[in-house]
């Protein structure tokens, strides 16, 4: 079955350390999107890309790093610098263009130790 | 600014009676609107969209959303509601300009369906 699988499913950091989320798809969808979710404030956008060796920051990318070197694999690096990692994390692909709908991974919950 | 409203953090509903969820929205061009459903410790669900066309939009699971231009609202709706309805809903647009494609997402609301 076609589909998008982030690992792993629950994930601690320690201070000081910085941890990659793995998001794979075989959708053949061009582009790729990073979300955090926290309680009661819905989804924000981390990153974004379009197509492979270019994305683009969203609305709170700073603490964050991304690639992508492939079409199917778009990883996200929490770093250090991301004071307040604790949160559910969500990837999601889609055809381009705006009305085509999202496809979601069943997302990572980061927890600091 | 662009945004989405979703007016209700919860909304409570007895199993068999009609259930509707609220979602206004913000857009500078024409609107393409989603609506999600969530379960716990889970990804985003696709329900349904409208781009163009006609204003009731049918989708999965029964669902069913009213596109009101001069109310700028997507308000997500189904005639008889399930226990397992019981989720949480997110209302989304298309963001225009420098986020071109991007999903701009209300903050959701948990629906209660009780037997």
């Known amino acids: 079955d076609g589909g998008i699988t982030q690992s792993p499913k629950y994930l601690f950091r320690k201070e000081g350390q910085n941890v990659t989320l793995s998001c794979e798809q075989n959708?053949?969808?061009?582009?790729m999107y990073w979300y955090r979710q926290d309680p009661g404030q819905g989804l924000r956008l981390i990153y974004y890309?379009?197509?492979?060796?270019?994305?683009q920051k969203g609305d709170i990318a700073e603490g964050y790093s991304v690639s992508r070197e492939k079409k199917e694999s778009f990883p996200l690096t929490v770093t250090s610098a991301q004071k307040n990692p604790t949160a559910f994390y969500l990837c999601a692909s889609s055809i381009a263009g705006g009305h085509q709908p999202q496809h979601f991974g069943d997302g990572t919950r980061l927890s600091i130790l | 600014a662009q945004s989405v409203a979703q007016p209700e953090d919860q909304v409570n509903v007895a199993e068999g009676n009609p259930l509707t969820v609220k979602c206004t929205y913000s857009?500078?061009?024409?609107?393409?609107l989603f609506w999600y459903v969530q379960y716990p410790n889970r990804g985003l669900q696709f329900l349904l969209k409208y781009i163009t066309g006609d204003n009731l939009v049918k989708g999965s699971y029964g669902f069913e959303a009213e596109f009101n231009k001069s109310q700028t609202s997507f308000h997500l709706k189904k005639p008889s509601a399930l226990v397992s309805d019981s989720a949480l809903y997110f209302c989304a647009v298309r963001g225009y300009g420098g986020s071109q494609g991007n999903l701009i997402f209300g903050k959701g609301t948990k629906l209660s369906v009780k037997p």
């Open positions: 857009v500078s061009g024409n609107p393409y």
């Open positions: 890309s379009q197509i492979v060796n270019d994305f």
């Open positions: 959708l053949n969808h061009d582009a």
